[in-house]
């Protein structure tokens, strides 16, 4: 089985990885941490001293995600026996980028949190969510932040709705 954790800087990442390691795995299972640095516009180019700013925070924001890559994968590899950890840092959009590795890598699973940020977060998922639920070539699941004792809400691919399971969504996707 491969499955991909899409991560990104938030405490949202920590909640999804710690789900992931109390879980049971096939032997076989491979998985990708996947982290998308998305491009900072900045306003002003024309100025030389912005090109030292945006290459100092390029910098800072790779060797963050990439220690962000590297705690998740230790903390994967002492919980979940014989699995193998790679990951991924990308730039660009991150819908996108989610789908096309996803696609690119052969995936049987999406793994990524929901930051709960919507006015009714029990039913509406948020744009990256949303749009790599409907166009993922294979199963996804939306992890909610701090919903232990809530019963979360699944979305089918067919767009039906249903309570199932206990502290995630899962949302399939054709």
């Known amino acids: 089985m491969k499955v991909i954790i899409a991560l990104d800087d938030s405490p949202y990442s920590t909640e999804v990885i710690n789900e992931v390691c109390r879980r049971k795995w096939p032997a076989d299972t491979q998985f990708k941490l996947l982290q998308i640095l998305e491009p900072v516009n900045w306003l002003e180019r024309s100025d030389r001293n912005w090109d030292t700013v945006i290459e100092n925070a390029h910098s800072r924001r790779l060797n963050y995600a ?58 509406i998922l948020g744009s990256v969510s949303r749009a790599v639920a409907a166009h993922a070539p294979c199963s996804v699941e939306i992890i909610r932040p701090g919903k232990k004792d809530a019963r979360p809400h699944a979305v089918s691919s067919k767009g039906k709705s249903k309570a199932d399971g206990a502290g995630q969504d899962s949302v399939a996707a054709t």
Do not use: M
Not at 89 to 96: A, F, L, Q, R, S
């Open 66 to 123: 990439q220690s962000l890559c590297a705690k998740a994968r230790k903390q994967l590899e002492d919980s979940i026996a014989n699995c193998i950890v790679h990951y991924d840092i990308k730039e660009g959009n991150v819908k996108t980028q989610i789908i096309d590795s996803a696609i690119g890598w052969s995936a049987d699973k999406l793994i990524l949190g929901a930051h709960g940020t919507n006015i009714c977060p029990r039913f």
